[in-house]
């Protein structure tokens, strides 16, 4: 063969590798694009899940907090406070517990009201009787 020969072939090789090397690249990058498009797809799915559970979670603390204001209504000296608010560091793994410990909480401040007696309920009706309408 000659130099010539030698060449050619190697410039065919080269360009036959080039090519291949191409297409593997090519078909890499179409797989990482559905690989990524799967992860954003989960990405949005996950979002949803967390926006419906978070709405589902205000629902029911926005529950709690107003049958405890209904126990104390009667109760003006007792200042409920501001209403309740999503905590930025409560993490969501812990969602169901944070609201399991809500029901024993509501269950001391009946307990609490109850005990009160009827003297203390009847005496703090007969005060916020008394008071004069706010203007």
Do not use: C, F
Not at 49 to 70: G, S
Not at 121 to 127: D, P, Y
């Amino acid at each position: 063969m000659t130099d010539d020969a030698t060449a050619a072939m190697r410039y065919k090789e080269i360009i036959a590798l080039s090519r291949g090397s191409a297409e593997n690249l090519r078909e890499w990058e179409l797989a990482r694009a559905e690989a990524l498009n799967g992860e954003i797809e989960a990405a949005e799915a996950a979002i949803e899940v967390a926006i419906d559970r978070e709405a589902r979670a205000a629902e029911r603390a926005t529950r709690w907090w107003k049958m405890a204001l209904h126990n104390i209504q009667g109760l003006p000296w007792l200042d409920p406070g501001d209403n309740p608010r999503p905590v930025p560091t409560a993490r969501a793994a812990y969602l169901e517990r944070y609201l399991e410990e809500v029901k024993p909480s509501y269950q001391e401040l009946v307990q609490a009201v109850l005990s009160l007696g009827w003297r203390a309920k009847r005496a703090a009706a007969k005060r916020s009787e008394q008071q004069p309408p706010p203007a």
